[in-house]
């Protein structure tokens, strides 16, 4: 059977360095801090105090007000970014088959702060069950994808995804492997997450995996910095339009890049630590590779997965040693969580326009506060601080999620 190719004809980003893709994109190559002091709740009691919120996002540029109050803060982030993407592909959908368009759209952990907010109103009441009608549908993960199908009609394949840190890129590479197949000619795809809560910042704190550098916060994601001491919590929603090639061509669309292959597998290891010799990484990449038809020398830059934490860091930049073998030292690679912070379930995507921009412009984002060389690291070209010109013709993205779940993307310059 032969494959169909896919290309990227559409993106839209709310990050907490930018709302939509200029001012990201601005973000990323200016090496913006996207870290302040929490402002959604008191965080006095919290061991973490800081995360990378969205700044001045109003919903009702987007949404009418009924329509918001009936939705959770994941779902506002999924359909913003969706709507950018709309408008950026030209879509036109009175001339295109909507029994072949879908959405694949996931969050990681969903309404997370919908649940806290009606289980303490149950709590705190004589136990009568006073729910919210909306309770279930502003929660649950699938009804991002649902609420941006009902706005656009499309009636293709509709479905989320859930892998935690890795749910934008199953979603793509999900999406990706539909059109290929055959199953639909164009799909909305990508992830959203809204975690900055007492919830999701107290539940990462029990765990231990957010940094606790409340006394300097701006640099507190540090990604391969000796003194890194955990990931800084971020929200928004990267979203995608992936569309088949001749469709794409027959429309006239702009076509940003084209997607090569992707790679997943599974660390089968721990629930939370990653393998330390990176053997699920190593397979992951080598399995993207293997997809795409392409060699090590093929690929230019890597966004790393790079959260920022100790033993992540590590194996992963093994990991890529062990793949590229000498042509590691001729890559360029950068973590661009060190200025978004972790985006959880909505990661892989604002990682994978952060590649696509990487070939557009030439120029590959910066890993930024780093200070102190950790010697456990490689030595790569962590592209660390500042921003660097050099010919991207394709990129790989690295995304990995709690379970020990692996994702790699590679996209590359359509031609």
């Known amino acids: 059977m032969q494959l169909k190719r896919v290309v990227v004809t559409g993106m839209g980003a709310l990050t907490p360095i930018g709302l939509d893709i200029p001012t990201y994109w601005e973000g990323l190559k200016s090496g913006t801090s996207g870290a302040n002091l929490i402002t959604k709740f008191d965080t006095t009691k919290f061991k973490t105090k800081f995360a990378c919120e969205l700044k001045n996002f109003d919903p009702l ?52 702060h919908t649940f806290f907010q009606e289980v303490q ?30 706005r ?11 892998s935690a840190c890795a749910t934008s890129s199953h979603n793509i590479i999900d999406a990706f492997n539909l059109i290929r197949l055959g199953k639909a000619d164009v799909i909305i795809t990508g992830g959203s997450e809204a975690a900055v809560t007492p919830t999701g910042i107290g539940g990462f704190n029990a765990m231990k995996a957010l940094s606790e550098r409340n006394d300097d916060y701006l640099r507190a994601s540090r990604p391969y910095d000796k003194e890194r001491d955990g990931f800084v919590l971020g929200e928004g929603a990267g979203i995608l339009i992936l569309e088949e090639l001749e469709h794409a061509l027959n429309r006239g669309a702009k076509i940003y890049a084209e997607i090569a292959g992707c790679g997943m597998s599974a660390d089968a290891y721990h629930i939370t630590a990653p393998d330390p010799e990176g ?22 830059y890597i966004n790393t997965h790079g959260t920022s934490t100790p033993l992540g860091d590590v194996a992963e930049a093994k990991a890529i040693v062990e793949v590229f073998g000498e042509h590691a030292k001729r890559l360029s690679i950068s973590s661009t969580k060190s200025m978004t912070g972790h985006l959880l379930g909505a990661a892989g995507a604002v990682e994978l326009i952060a590649c696509i921009l990487a070939i557009q412009h030439n120029l590959i984002p910066p890993t930024i506060n780093h200070e102190h060389k ?24 690295n995304t990995f999620g709690f379970g020990g779940h692996n994702t790699s993307i590679i996209v590359k310059r359509y031609e």
């Open 279 to 300: 053997k699920g990484v190593r397979l992951v990449m080598r399995n993207a590779l293997e997809d795409a038809g392409m060699s090590v020398e093929d690929i230019d």
């Open 152 to 162: 656009y009609g499309f009636r293709g394949p509709n479905y989320s995804a859930v």
């Open 374 to 397: 950790d010697e456990e690291c490689p030595d790569l070209d962590y592209t660390f601080n500042v921003a660097k010109p050099r010919n991207v013709r394709a990129a790989l993205s």
């Open 61 to 112: 540029q987007y949404l009418d007000r009924k329509e918001a109050q009936r939705m959770d803060s994941f779902c506002h982030y999924a359909i913003a970014a969706a709507e950018q993407a709309m408008q950026d592909s030209g879509l036109n959908l009175e001339k295109i088959n909507l029994d072949r368009a879908g959405v694949v759209v996931g969050s990681g952990i969903g309404g997370i």
């Open 121 to 150: 109103a149950f709590v705190k009441g004589d136990g009568t069950p006073r729910f919210n009608p909306f309770f279930i549908p502003k929660m649950i993960i699938d009804l991002a994808p649902g609420h941006i199908s009902i």
